[in-house]
């Protein structure tokens, strides 16, 4: 409401926002605001308790200066002056409006209007031209506009501008245009469909009872307007303008235009391009992309433009119903273009700095405002006014202490080393010259005559203009979307008053009463602070904004159209299976990024890139329904599917999944089998419902059986968990009945249990502080009755609470501290209000592998986090201490994970220790634990001593192999080993062979890092070294004999990662002996079995250089490895440039093969 009355004696205060913003950043803008629009009686009820906390706090900080030790603050607060009584949120309204006309699809909230079938009819729009007939009209500043707009778009009847306006129902709607010189555009808009506006009339333009004029009301002054002009404009012919200043200029029908390809006409009338998120092929209209889609700019001309950004309808409606399979991210990037001048006039400034340090000499002593030279202040003898008033009546000692007074750098010296710091410039350094090159211009007009507002100085003396010119930057869709119509819109800073930002704030001060600060703090400079800091905006403007986007289709689509796709490099082995015959092929694989980052695997024949497809496949094989069951989804390795069984049946032996064994090329299909449903299932639960049941589980394990899950209503609650299962191996056995109980039940604060206060053992306190046995993806394992303990159902990573983790985000040290506190911890605040529990999170969601805090017989201190490696000069963040070989071990976990960094407030390393009795199995990092870039980790063991094994390694029968290097030095061979347990004596042991079957490349470079390499590979044994039988030796040259055993020792020897010992859980092995008696002859090893290696320490390929000369020519050789094999380089064009202080010198190489290696050269001859 608005105006003055009996019952409402003060103008309420009143508001309107129209904000533009990106399509789903305004939707999720809207509902945040709507959200205070439901509460705004909650919002009153706490804003008339102002002044109550506003007087509590008051008078609670008088008391701490009196009596609590805070003397230097020196205040004395006066709560009374305070007005905060009567302030009221009367009514707040919140509208949205989607930017395009009618909506493609149903669910896209995204457009305000539904499809009409006169979508193609335009309202009529024209025109109004209003010329300034008595005072003086602003246009220049933002303010002046913004109140022009205000008075021109009032709703008000009474008020309005011209008849239709005011006109009972309002049959027209008025939109500011433009303001330019003495005149004022007005879009003129029929809102009633079939009731034609008569334009001339309601101008009175050529009628002689005169012409349409209104009053605008700025301030004290008045300004008459009087119509002078009508345009019709475009919109009815389907056509825009080019901008608004074709309406300020002579305007005409000539000037319409059609908009084409990828604009709309706007409200206004003129061409706009379609914002993003949205596309248009007709030059009028605007189409959603939906709500799972994104533009990668503005302007995109037809529907094929739209980026898909969700895929959960299509994981929904697949036969894999992977919900880890979201589609990856745009690859594209936009770049961008900002520069910026913000200009300070410093003249206010030091003015009201002046006025301060009169102030202060009425109150302290020249004495008492020497600045320190130490600038350590004791506060028992300085208050915070004194050290301001000391600062400002002494800036050159300031200035000297904290800069030098030799200190002048221009501001493009301090712009510029934000971007290009010095080595020895720290972030405290880039701070202070930002500071200091503030102060030297307060320095020096301290003695200059700034009388006049500084009218007889040199404007470069007094006025400090600090220009931005930012490199060309690199945004993706999304930051995007958010940025590009933000700061195209912000170049209308040039003309902002930032002044009015003081003068609105002051007024809300007086409002409030805190218009005196002398008065509200109780110093006697209070007032002279605040008048700095409102003099501050008035000085500001922006007399530089310059922001330029652009926008490469290659950078986003690919050649067929489809969108590019932001892959990582991380393949899946186990989705492509191969049989037995292809199990040696080198298979290679990449994530295409013009197929959403899909598999592709290949590998290499004779140098050429060869596309393996034959990757083992039942997708089309797996019958859609099976007797009693039906296919509920296949998983991704394509070789199993899971099936749900009918109702009233259930799966036998409580398996429901389908295998194919596709190792004989025929695709044979062992399918579960359903049979009778006979578990007794409760029928109801006793105040509670059943809601789900293992029918709706996609990723139920073959060993789950059946169950339903129930929940209790509310103020009840389950003493036994919320699962029922039935075990259909064990007779159809129900293992539990739901049951729930009232909380006020007595048996729940029973005595016995524990409470929290006595030693009884419970899951509950009498206040509701309760422990569920299970939570989301995993459950309880122990309950202490003040907290509990959980653990995550595989493959879920167990996640400390986040709000608790977040409150340690400044340090690494607390971080880990925390993590190790509440690492699996659920407990209640003390006050037992609130519970904390842990989660149990999707490893892709989770972004860490969930370290844990204890292992078996150990624990770990401390845990690393990723900003303890990634330093960042520019922050204050404070980092754990590491010594240099732990943080160069620390930089090799980091470097592996490429670009899928973990959570920065989770570890992804930790260092373990044993219990005392207890000995470590190592990792090939020592004691050191770590999370791999997939999610699993890699952590020591803590065993009894005579548990405690190591297996040994040796490399024999390299000569033979030709697996040593003309040094002599050992780098492959046939692999012997000894598995020493407990305080064996490793030389009363045997060395044995190891089998190859099952042996992986994984496996070898386990072996190859206990002979000092990073990596390895399986190799066939040489002819010359399979002169031995299975068990036992032929008549060899005791050169050989001496280093071989007689028999073999292992088999089946396979590690999952490259980055293990032979030790490692994620390595495994079956002793010779064993797979004999379990397979037989199958089983059986020969001479060509035995197991080999090569090592290396570079896994990716590469080339090292090396330059000789002599007399009449210079020799670069290079050399190509990869792997430990040499890659002959003459096919790779490679070119050789030679350099002398720089510079390249002619060319005159002479390029040729070496030939007395097998190494490929490049040898010039100058």
Not at 131 to 138: A, H, M, Q
Not at 563 to 571: M, N
Not at 762 to 777: A, H, Q
Request: proline share 4%.
């Amino acid at each position: 409401s608005s105006g003055i009355n009996a019952e409402c004696p003060l103008r309420p205060g009143e508001m309107t926002l129209e904000v533009t913003l990106p399509a789903k950043f305004a939707w999720y803008f809207y509902s945040a605001v709507n959200f205070v629009d439901v509460h705004t009686q909650v919002v009153s009820a706490y804003a008339e308790l102002g002044s109550f906390y506003a007087e509590r706090m008051m008078r609670y900080v008088n008391y701490l200066v009196n009596m609590g030790g805070l003397t230097w603050l020196g205040v004395d607060m006066d709560p009374k002056v305070l007005k905060l009584d009567g302030i009221e949120l009367r009514g707040f309204e919140a509208s949205f409006k989607g930017h395009c006309k009618y909506a493609p699809r149903d669910d896209d909230y995204l457009c305000s209007e539904e499809p009409d079938e006169d979508k193609d009819a335009f309202p009529n729009n024209y025109y109004a031209v209003f010329s300034v007939t008595e005072g003086k009209l602003d246009c220049s500043s933002n303010a002046g506009r913004i109140k022009l707009r205000n008075r021109i778009e009032e709703k008000d009847q009474s008020t309005g501008i011209i008849p239709c306006q005011s006109r009972n129902g309002q049959t027209c709607e008025l939109r500011f245009v433009e303001c330019k010189e003495d005149n004022v555009y007005i879009q003129v808009t029929q809102l009633r469909k079939g009731e034609e506006i008569y334009i001339e009339r309601e101008m009175g333009v050529n009628y002689a009872e005169g012409k349409a004029s209104w009053t605008f009301q700025d301030g004290e002054s008045t300004v008459k307007f009087e119509a002078s002009d009508m345009r019709e404009g475009c919109n009815i012919h389907k056509k825009g303008m080019n901008n608004i200043d074709d309406l300020t200029d002579a305007f005409d029908g000539s000037d319409c235009i059609s908009c084409g390809a990828g604009s709309f006409i706007n409200d206004l009338g003129v061409c706009q391009k379609c914002p993003f998120g949205s596309w248009g092929d007709d030059g009028v209209y605007c189409n959603s992309c939906g709500w799972q889609f994104a533009t990668p700019f503005w302007g995109m001309p037809d529907e094929n433009k739209c980026i898909q950004t969700n895929n959960w309808e299509e994981v929904r409606d697949s036969i894999y119903q992977d919900w880890e399979s979201k589609l990856p991210r745009s690859a594209g990037n936009n770049f961008f273009e900002l520069a910026l001048t913000p200009t300070m006039n410093m003249c206010g400034p030091v003015h009201a700095k002046k006025d301060l340090d009169e102030k202060c000499l009425t109150k302290f002593t020249e004495e008492e405002l020497i600045w320190p030279e130490d600038m350590n202040f004791n506060l028992e003898e300085w208050t915070i006014e004194q050290i301001i008033c000391s600062g400002s009546k002494q800036v050159s000692s300031v200035f000297g202490q904290l800069c030098r007074p030799d200190w002048d750098k221009t501001w493009e010296e301090v712009f510029s080393a934000l971007f290009e710091p010095d080595e020895t410039d720290g972030i405290q350094q880039l701070v202070m010259d930002g500071v200091c090159f503030v102060l030297k211009r307060v320095n020096d007009l301290e003695v200059a005559d700034t009388s006049d507002d500084c009218a007889y100085l040199e404007k470069d003396l007094y006025e400090m203009n600090m220009p931005v010119d930012l490199p060309s930057i690199g945004i993706d869709m999304g930051v995007s979307e958010i940025l590009v119509p933000l700061f195209s819109e912000m170049e209308n800073l040039v003309t902002m008053n930032f002044g009015s930002f003081a003068d609105a704030g002051m007024a809300m001060m007086e409002s409030m009463g805190m218009d005196d600060m002398n008065a509200l703090v109780g110093w006697d400079t209070a007032n002279n602070l605040r008048d700095i800091g409102m003099s501050v905006p008035r000085a500001f403007r922006m007399s530089r904004f310059t922001f330029a986007a652009e926008y490469d289709e290659e950078q986003f689509f690919c050649k067929d159209g489809q969108a590019k796709r932001s892959c990582d490099s991380y393949c899946d082995d186990d989705s492509c299976r191969r049989s037995k015959e292809d199990i040696e092929i080198d298979l290679q694989c990449e994530r295409e990024e013009c197929n959403n980052c899909a598999e592709r695997f290949f590998y290499y024949e004779g140098g050429r890139e060869v596309e393996f497809e034959r990757c083992a496949s039942c997708v089309d094989d797996f019958d859609k329904e099976i007797d009693n069951a039906v296919l509920k989804k296949v998983f991704r390795n394509n070789i199993e599917a899971q099936y749900v069984c009918n109702d009233g049946w259930v799966p036998e032996d409580c398996n429901s999944r389908a295998k194919c064994d596709y190792s004989s090329g025929q695709n044979n299909i062992e399918y579960p089998n359903c049979i009778r449903d006979q578990c007794e299932w409760p029928e109801s639960v006793d105040m509670g419902e059943f809601y789900t049941d293992w029918r709706t589980d996609d990723e139920m394990s073959p060993e789950m059986c059946p169950y339903k899950i129930f929940q209790c209503y509310e103020g009840y609650y389950s003493e036994n968990g919320d699962r029922v299962e039935c075990d259909v191996r064990d007779n159809f056995q129900v293992d539990k009945y739901p049951e729930c109980k009232w909380f006020d039940d007595e048996s729940y604060f029973d005595e016995d249990k524990n409470d929290g206060d006595d030693d009884n053992q419970g899951e509950v306190d009498g206040d509701g502080c309760y422990f569920p046995d299970l939570i989301d993806r995993g459950e309880k394992i122990s309950d202490s009755g003040s907290y509990a303990e959980y653990s995550c159902y595989k493959p879920y990573v167990m996640t400390p609470n986040r709000m608790l983790m977040m409150g340690s985000s400044s340090s690494s040290g607390q971080l880990s501290n925390t993590y190790s506190t509440y690492y699996n911890i659920a407990f209640c605040s003390d006050d037992r209000s609130q519970m904390y529990f842990p989660e149990c999170m999707e490893p892709e969601e989770a972004r860490h592998c969930g370290l844990p805090k204890y292992i078996w017989n150990g624990k770990a201190v401390p845990f690393m986090f990723l900003r303890d490696v990634l330093k960042e000069e520019t922050d204050d963040y404070e980092r754990q201490y590491f010594d240099d070989a732990t943080m160069a071990t620390m930089k090799e976990v980091v470097d592996g994970y490429d670009s899928q960094l973990p959570d920065e407030m989770m570890p992804f390393m930790a260092q373990y220790f044993c219990d005392e009795g207890y000995k470590m199995m190592k990792t090939m990092r020592g004691d050191m634990g770590w999370c791999r870039k997939d999610g699993s980790m890699e952590i020591p063991r803590c065993v009894r001593s005579y548990e405690h094994v190591e297996i040994m390694f040796r490399l024999v029968n390299s000569k033979e192999m030709k697996m040593t290097n003309k040094a002599g030095n050992v780098f492959g061979g046939v692999v012997q080993a000894k598995e020493v347990i407990g305080g064996q004596n490793p030389d009363e042991l045997e060395w044995e062979y190891g089998c190859n079957d099952g042996f992986n490349d994984n496996a070898a470079g386990a072996i190859c890092r206990t002979q000092g390499f990073q990596h390895g590979a399986q190799v066939p044994v040489s002819k010359k070294v399979q002169l031995l039988k299975a068990a036992g030796m032929m008549a060899l040259p005791k050169s050989i004999t001496d280093d071989m055993s007689s028999s073999f020792g292992w088999t089946n020897f396979a590690c999952d990662h490259d980055d293990t010992l032979a030790t490692s859980e994620s390595c495994k092995a079956s002793r010779y002996g064993d797979a004999i008696a379990d397979k037989g002859v199958k089983a059986m090893c020969f001479s060509f079995d035995r197991m080999a290696v090569k090592c290396f320490n570079a896994d990716d390929f590469g080339i090292e250089v090396d330059v000789s000369f002599s007399k009449k020519k210079i020799i670069c050789n290079a050399q190509g490895s990869k792997q430990g094999s040499a890659i002959d380089l003459g096919p790779l064009n490679l070119q050789v440039k030679f350099l002398v202080d720089d510079e390249m010198v002619a060319d005159t190489s002479v390029y040729k093969k070496e030939k007395s290696t097998d190494d490929s050269a490049l040898i010039p001859l100058l």
